[in-house]
């Protein structure tokens, strides 16, 4: 394991059992709240972007939009929120999807992104892979470019990657 990915798991609290049995919860407000490992972890995020012409990076609520405001900071882009269903007051693109604790539906507003901008995926994790999925079918639906998808955690054993990859994304994660 790289000193960073040491000092990242570090930063991270597990929580067993919640939000229900046999979930070992990976908690990113400890990082979060590390001056230097969020830093840390934002540079590591960004560095494979900066210059190659992002136009918006597009987070995933709710932990993923404390990650891509900070992202897209660095990286001088726009910020797309994907949210929930039922908050956001514009028109919208929808779609339902299944977590490993449950089902949600998600949306963005149709005119967050215009045809053929590169967008960059964020959010703090991957599990089963279904939230980064359906983030990446509204994001082409509207006809977002998306180079790649990163994430601080990766949960190998639930097969989110896999899933992300045989859609042709990029996949980019920090601590396994
Ligand atoms: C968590 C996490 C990802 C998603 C990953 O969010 O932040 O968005 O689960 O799971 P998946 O790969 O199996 O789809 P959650 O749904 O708990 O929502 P929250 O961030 O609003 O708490
Ligand atoms: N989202 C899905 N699975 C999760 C986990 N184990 N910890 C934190 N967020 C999650």
Same mark, same amino acid.
């Given at each position: 394991m790289?000193t960073?990915?040491?000092?990242?798991v570090?930063? =991270?609290?597990? =929580?067993p059992?919640y *939000? +229900? *049995?046999?979930i070992?919860f990976?908690?990113i %407000? %400890?990082?979060l709240?590390?001056?230097?490992?969020f830093?840390r972890a934002v540079?590591e995020?960004?560095h *494979?972007?900066?210059g190659?012409?992002?136009?918006?990076?597009a987070g995933?609520?709710?932990?993923?939009?404390?990650?891509?405001?900070?992202m897209?900071? &660095?990286l001088?882009t /726009?910020?797309v929120? =994907?949210?929930? @269903?039922?908050?956001? *007051?514009? #028109?919208? !693109?929808? $779609?339902?999807y299944?977590? #490993?604790?449950?089902?949600? #539906?998600? #949306?963005?507003h149709?005119?967050a992104?215009?045809?053929?901008? +590169?967008? $960059?995926?964020v959010d703090d994790?991957i599990?089963?892979g279904?939230t980064a999925e359906a983030?990446v +079918?509204?994001?082409? &639906?509207i006809g977002?470019? =998306? !180079?790649a998808?990163?994430?601080?955690?990766?949960?190998p054993d639930? /097969? /989110?990657?896999k @899933?992300?990859?045989a859609?042709n994304?990029?996949?980019? %994660?920090l !601590?396994a």
């Open positions: 790289s960073l990915e040491n000092e990242l570090a930063a =991270i609290r597990n =929580i059992d *939000p +229900k *049995p046999g070992m990976r908690d %407000t %400890t990082l709240g590390n001056p230097r490992a830093r540079d995020l960004v *494979p972007y900066a190659i012409g992002i136009a918006k990076v995933i609520e709710a932990r993923g939009f404390i990650l891509g405001g900070a897209a900071h &660095q001088s /726009g910020f929120p =994907i949210r929930k @269903k039922g908050k956001l *007051p514009h #028109e919208t !693109v929808r $779609i339902a299944s977590l #490993e604790y449950g089902v949600d #539906e998600m #949306e963005m149709k005119d992104i215009k045809p053929g901008e +590169k967008v $960059i995926l994790l599990a089963t279904g983030a +079918k509204l994001l082409r &639906q977002a470019d =998306i !180079v998808a990163c994430f601080v955690i990766d949960l639930l /097969g /989110g990657r @899933k992300l990859e859609l994304v990029e996949v980019r %994660t !601590v």
